[in-house]
C-alpha cells in the first residue's frame, strides 16, 4: 500500500490540515509544470486524493495561504474545496483563512500567515514564541479559549516551540509549529 504507516488513529476521525498554497499562482512562473489555473487546480485536487484513501479521514480542512500563490481571495483553495466536496460527498472539505479546531477540549489555531523564524541563528524561534505568548494572553484577555497548539505555515522553514505561560496560577502550555 502507498499508505504511510502513521494514518492509523485507532478508529478515531482523521481531520487532514493543509495550511496554504495549494497552487503556486502566476508569479515567479519559471519551472512550473503549467502556468494554466486550471491546471494548478486540478494538479492541486491530485496531489490531496491520497489523503481520501485512508477509511478514518472524515475532514479536509484548505487553509488559505499567500494570494500572489493561490490567485488572490483564497481562490484556490475555495475552488479545490469545492472539487474535492464534490467528489467526496461523505467527507467535509472547506477553505477559510483562519480556524480555531477543537480536538478533544484542546483549541488548535491553525492558519498560513504567521511570524517568521528569525533572522539569525541565534534568533530563531523567538519571534514564534513572542507571537505565540501574545497569541496566549489575548486570548485569556478576551474570555476566549487559549490554544493548546498554533500551526503557521508561511515562511518555508521548520520551527517547534512549547510556550509556557503562567495565567493565575494555572501554567497553560501551548505547542506551537511554523
Not at 494538479?43 to 490567485?71: D, K, R, V, Y
Not at 474535492?84 to 477540549?105: E, I, K, M
Not at 485569556?140 to 495565567?167: F, K
Request: aromatic share 6%; charged share 20%; proline share 6%.
Amino acid at each position: 500500500s502507498d499508505l504511510p504507516t502513521w494514518h492509523t488513529t485507532d478508529g478515531a476521525p482523521l481531520v487532514v490540515c493543509h495550511v496554504g498554497d495549494v497552487t503556486w499562482g502566476r508569479k515567479h512562473p519559471e519551472g512550473l509544470v503549467s502556468t494554466r489555473e486550471c491546471d494548478q487546480l486540478m494538479i492541486a485536487c491530485w496531489n490531496l486524493a491520497p489523503w481520501f484513501a485512508l477509511p478514518n479521514m472524515t475532514e479536509m480542512i484548505l487553509a488559505h495561504g499567500t494570494q500572489s500563490h493561490e490567485f488572490g481571495e483564497g481562490s484556490a483553495p475555495i475552488a479545490v474545496a469545492t472539487q474535492l466536496q464534490t467528489r467526496h460527498p461523505d467527507r467535509l472539505v472547506s477553505a477559510g483563512r483562519h480556524y480555531a479546531l477543537d480536538c478533544d477540549g484542546a483549541e488548535i489555531d491553525l492558519a498560513h500567515h504567521g511570524p517568521t523564524i528569525g533572522g539569525r541563528a541565534w534568533l530563531r524561534g523567538n519571534s514564534l514564541r513572542y507571537y505565540v505568548t501574545s497569541e496566549m494572553i489575548d486570548a485569556a484577555l478576551a474570555g476566549q479559549p487559549v490554544p493548546a497548539a498554533i500551526v503557521r505555515a508561511h515562511y518555508h522553514d521548520y520551527r517547534r516551540e512549547t510556550v509556557r505561560v503562567m495565567m493565575g496560577e494555572a501554567e497553560r502550555v501551548c505547542e506551537a509549529v511554523l
